[in-house]
């Protein structure tokens, strides 16, 4: 027979002796139901993933912030990604302090940055909003949930 299948030798598909499915594993079939070494044992084929730790908080936004929000054009590529818990916030874009949603965080080095959503034109909330990649700065980027008025305002 040509193809490697066959009674004595094993077929192709099945990882048999002498089929190429052996290769996929050094030392073993290709059979997943024996990956992981015989039935009843806790013998693994590779390692359990280390547990990360857990990135730190941003700093708390001081009392009178005033810079416009610093856009950036991507975020690095091994940046880690962490979901926002407070996603309201404020962003000064162009002197205005406009309304907005995080929707995630990207950590790297230390430094942060939030991808995020703002609303151009207040007045007109059904007005598409804008999307942007800014770097966190905490005179610039306010949680709603701290300062429910634009800071600033009396």
Do not use: K
């Amino acid at each position: 027979m040509s193809g490697g299948g066959g009674a004595a030798g094993g077929s192709y598909w099945s990882g048999g002796p002498d089929g190429p499915a052996r290769a996929n594993r050094p030392g073993g079939s290709n059979n997943p139901a024996r990956a992981n070494g015989p039935a009843g044992s806790n013998a693994s084929a590779r390692p359990a993933p280390t547990a990360r730790p857990a990135p730190t908080a941003p700093p708390p936004p001081p009392t009178t912030p005033g810079r416009d929000a610093r856009r950036l054009p991507r975020p690095p590529r091994d940046a880690r990604r962490v979901e926002p818990r407070r996603p309201a916030i404020w962003v000064r874009v162009d002197g205005r302090w406009l309304p907005g949603h995080i929707q995630c965080w990207f950590t790297h080095r230390g430094r942060w940055a939030c991808w995020l959503s703002y609303q151009a034109d207040p007045a007109h909330p059904t007005v598409a909003a804008l999307w942007g990649l800014f770097a966190y700065d905490p005179a610039s980027i306010v949680s709603r949930a701290a300062h429910p008025t634009p800071p600033g305002a009396v």
